[in-house]
């Protein structure tokens, strides 16, 4: 995947063409023109192709005004989505799978904000996301100017030999040959095969703190919505995002910290009981599993979750413990690395729900257990257990006592976390409680993880069982907006530019 300015820094110029020797032989061959000889980006669709241009070309200081306008003449919502991923994927190097690349790995999360937004508000996620865009694409400018080129048409596999070639592809972590295998798989696999391929893939190894995961989860979530007809480019942009090796050697020839739970767990995976999908829930069991996840290693962890299973645990149960150990991490010390031990297991967790392939499916259960103690492992922890929170009195009821509780986040947030749990055991409104949060993410949201790590935390709330789901969502106040941070400049500018 050549990014187009790469052949002229390998030559270095014409000076360095005219030392070669004497090229005037070439004068028996047919010109070309400099734009012939341009190393194009991939094309995309004919109809989507204008709109991905608009957000590519526009400047910052009037994209969302020129998308505005298009919007007010009937520009339609998942035409804007498509054009949104397709620009980020064809623009922005998706390496390190993080950093200015949250422009893709938010585009999901914004859309998730979007759809549980009253109507009023329901643009403000995406438009928020196209300027996330530019930023992202200046910073990509600025590192080299990466831009996906087209497939090597010559080198893409038939439809019977792709599957095989992709998989052994990625099995070297050779990235010339997952890119032509890629392409020839996206045109002819299943959906339900192609993200059981790439969840493997996603999860397999540590590298990026779960960003891997995020982005096949993120990544297909979006093409439900967008259409599979737009899937090569952004299948082209993952397979390459998860051979990064982040500057370690090729991992099929080393032996290294970020592969071992995954190379343990192929082999146990295979160990759990036929009927695991079958277990039953067991408090007990989650209480153990969340011991295992806040004082073990990464080894320990997915021995427990095996023990369990075969113990006939339901799965469910162990979820539990994960998505609360997660929580209990964030509170404990907040900051970047905890808010990405929730969107990973969210993006497990995702995974595990929508695989086909019962291999699959075990395999996430126990490398997201083994993940979650390398979260831990890269801090120092301390503070309260997740499920030793208590309770604190609420001074008001109803909307009045989710104002209050959003107006103690960033003052005493270990007060808020307790509120949110008196609220909820009280039988407060749980979606006040989270339309409240998603507008102070509009109004005061600053960065890609304001969206992804709530869309994430809303969303998983409705997947935990009593009382383990009250504790996680009182947990993640200590990464949500609170009432008194300001307000951004750009929600006015959003706004004014869709009432214009």
Avoid at 291 to 297: D, I, K, N, Q, S
Avoid at 427 to 437: H, M, N, S
Wanted: proline content about 5%; glycine content about 6%; charged content about 25%.
């Amino acid at each position: 995947m050549l990014a187009r300015r790469s052949f002229l820094r390998l030559t270095g110029g014409a000076g360095a063409l005219a030392a070669l020797g004497d090229f005037g032989f070439l004068g028996h061959l047919p010109s070309v023109s400099a734009a012939e000889a341009e190393v194009r980006p991939v094309r995309l669709h004919p109809d989507i192709e204008p709109l991905v241009r608009l957000l590519e070309d526009t400047p910052r200081e009037r994209v969302l005004e020129e998308v505005a306008a298009r919007v007010r003449r009937g520009l339609a919502y998942r035409d804007v989505l498509a054009a949104l991923l397709l620009a980020g994927v064809r623009n922005i190097q998706p390496r390190p799978v993080g950093f200015k690349f949250h422009a893709v790995l938010v585009v999901n999360s914004a859309h998730l904000a979007s759809l549980a937004s009253p109507d009023s508000d329901r643009w403000l996620p995406i438009f928020w996301a196209i300027d996330q865009f530019k930023s992202s694409q200046a910073a990509d400018v600025r590192e080299g100017n990466w831009t996906m080129a087209p497939v090597d048409e010559k080198a893409v596999p038939p439809p019977d030999k792709a599957r095989q070639a992709f998989i052994n592809a990625m099995e070297r972590w050779d990235e010339a040959a997952a890119d032509v295998a890629v392409a020839g798989l996206a045109r002819s696999a299943s959906a339900h095969d192609l993200f059981d391929l790439f969840a493997r893939y996603g999860m397999r190894d540590f590298r990026e703190i779960g960003h891997k995961a995020i982005y096949v989860a993120n990544s297909f979530r979006t093409l439900e919505v967008i259409g599979r007809r737009h899937a090569e480019p952004i299948l082209r942009s993952l397979a390459y995002a998860l051979l990064d090796t982040d500057k370690q050697g090729n991992p099929a020839k080393a032996d290294l910290p970020a592969d071992r739970p995954f190379r343990k767990n192929v082999p146990a995976a295979k160990t759990i009981r036929a009927d695991w999908l079958n277990g039953k829930l067991d408090s007990d069991a989650t209480a153990e599993m969340l011991r295992t996840v806040r004082e073990g290693a990464a080894v320990d962890a997915s021995t427990k979750a095996l023990e369990l299973l075969n113990k006939g645990v339901a799965p469910q149960s162990i979820y539990d413990a994960l998505f609360d150990g997660a929580g209990e991490l964030l509170m404990r010390t907040p900051g970047i690395l905890s808010l990405h031990a929730i969107t990973f297991t969210n993006a497990m967790h995702y995974a595990f729900r929508h695989c086909a392939h019962d291999e699959t499916r075990r395999l996430l259960l126990l490398q997201n257990a083994a993940f979650l103690p390398l979260f831990r492992r890269q801090q120092e922890t301390k503070g309260v257990r997740i499920d030793e929170l208590e309770p604190a009195a609420l001074k008001s009821s109803g909307e009045e006592a989710v104002n209050e509780i959003f107006s103690d986040i960033g003052v005493d947030t270990a007060a808020a976390a307790r509120k949110v749990l008196a609220y909820l055991e009280n039988k407060g409104d749980v979606r006040l409680l989270a339309d409240t949060a998603r507008r102070l993410i509009f109004l005061k949201g600053n960065n890609s993880h304001d969206y992804k790590f709530s869309s994430a935390v809303l969303e998983d709330y409705e997947h935990l069982a009593p009382p383990w789901r009250d504790r996680f969502l009182a947990a993640s106040v200590f990464n949500l907006r609170g009432a008194g941070a300001n307000d951004t400049d750009l929600v006015k500018r959003i706004r004014s530019a869709l009432s214009a």
